[in-house]
C-alpha cells in the first residue's frame, strides 16, 4: 500500500472519530438540560441502523422559561346579547274632550269678540287687529288654538276653549281692544255736559260732537307725541281755515278749526294711512275725512272745545 493511501485513510478515520464525538456533545448538552447526565455510547462507524430519537443531533433544546412565564393565550370575549325586550304596543291619545256650551261662534260680534281676537293675539294666535266680527280669520284662529291645546278643533269658542284661554291670558286694555280705533267714547267730562262742545278723550282716543249733553257724532283722533304733547283743558273754537298749510311743518291741514295757539283739530292723511304707528306735532288728528267734513260745518267760531284724559 502507498503512502498516499494511508495517509488518506487515516484522514477519514479521523473524520468519523470528529463526528462521533460532536454528535456525542449535542446529545449530552440536550439530555442534560433539566436531567441527569449521562454517558453517551460510542457507535461503531459499521453500525448503520438508524439512530433513535433520543440519540438525533438534531432534538430541539428545551425553553428554560417555565410554563407559569409564558403568555396564556385568552378566549376572545363574545359580547352577551341582551334579552329581548317583549313588545308592548303604544296606546292610542285619548280623544279630545267634548266641548261645552259654545260661549261665542261665527257670524257674531261686539265686544266679547273682540277680547278673544285681543286674547288670542297676545299669545299670536290671531294676527290682525280686533275687529269686532266672528269671521273666517277668527274661526281659524280658534281651531288652531284648540288643536293646540288637545280640544276638539271646532273653530267655534265654547266653554272649555274660553276658559283655557283666560287662563293663558291677561284682561285687554282699551288699546289692545281698539289698536285701529273705533273705541266708544269715554264718559263725557262734565264740561262737555252743556251747550255745543268738541269733546276730546285721551283716554278712549275719540272726539265726540256734543249739543247741550247729547252725543251727536263720534270719530277717531290721533294726539300729538311727548315731546310735543297736546294741551288739555277748555278751549275755543278762534279760527277756521278749510284749506290751512302749515306754515312750520310745510304740511296741509285740511278743515283746520284752531283751539290752542297752533294747535287745531284736523284732516291728517299720514293718520288715515299710518293710523297709530305715528303722532302729531300737538294737532289733534281726525282720519275720516267725510265726517270731519260734515262736522267743519257744524261748528262755530266760539264753539268750546275740552280736552281731557
Given amino acids: 500500500m502507498s503512502r498516499d493511501a494511508i495517509a488518506r485513510g487515516r484522514a477519514a478515520a479521523g473524520a468519523v472519530v470528529a463526528l462521533a464525538l460532536a454528535c456525542g456533545c449535542t446529545a449530552q448538552a440536550v439530555e442534560t438540560t433539566g436531567r441527569s447526565e449521562k454517558s453517551p455510547t460510542a457507535r461503531s462507524s ?26 396564556q393565550s385568552k378566549t376572545p370575549e363574545v359580547p352577551s346579547t341582551p334579552p329581548a325586550r317583549p313588545r308592548t304596543s303604544t296606546p292610542p291619545p285619548p280623544a279630545p274632550p267634548e266641548p261645552g256650551p259654545v260661549v261665542l261662534a261665527r257670524g257674531q260680534d261686539g265686544r266679547k269678540v273682540r277680547e278673544l281676537q285681543a286674547r288670542l293675539r297676545q299669545i299670536g294666535w290671531f294676527g290682525q287687529h280686533p275687529t269686532g266680527t ?3 280669520v277668527t274661526a281659524i284662529a280658534v281651531e288652531g288654538f284648540q288643536g293646540k291645546r288637545g280640544l276638539l278643533r271646532t273653530g267655534a269658542t265654547d266653554t272649555r276653549t274660553w276658559s ?27 264740561r262737555c255736559l252743556t251747550g255745543r262742545v268738541m269733546c276730546i278723550s285721551k283716554e278712549s282716543r275719540t272726539l265726540t260732537w256734543m249739543i247741550d249733553g247729547r252725543s251727536v ?51 291728517s292723511s299720514d293718520f288715515a294711512a299710518r293710523g297709530y304707528n305715528g303722532a302729531s306735532h300737538g294737532c289733534v288728528n281726525v282720519r275720516d275725512k267725510k265726517s270731519l267734513a260734515s262736522l267743519f260745518k257744524q261748528v262755530r267760531t266760539g264753539d268750546k272745545v275740552v280736552v281731557y284724559k
Avoid: C, I
Avoid at 278762534?238 to 283739530?265: C, E, I
Fill in 134 to 136: 266672528y269671521g273666517p
Fill in 46 to 71: 459499521s453500525d448503520n441502523s438508524s439512530p433513535t430519537p433520543s440519540e438525533s443531533p438534531l432534538k430541539k433544546m428545551k425553553s428554560p422559561v417555565s410554563r407559569a412565564e409564558l403568555p
Fill in 164 to 190: 283655557r284661554l283666560l287662563a293663558m291670558t291677561r284682561e285687554p286694555t282699551r288699546n289692545e281692544l281698539y289698536p285701529d280705533g273705533g273705541m266708544p267714547p269715554a264718559k263725557p267730562d262734565r
Fill in 217 to 267: 257724532t263720534t270719530v277717531d283722533v290721533r294726539f300729538g307725541s311727548e315731546f310735543t304733547p297736546t294741551r288739555e283743558g277748555e278751549f275755543r273754537v278762534f279760527w277756521k281755515n278749510r284749506d290751512h298749510v302749515s306754515t312750520l311743518y310745510d304740511t296741509p291741514m285740511p278743515y283746520a278749526m284752531f283751539f290752542s295757539g297752533g294747535q287745531a283739530v284736523h284732516y
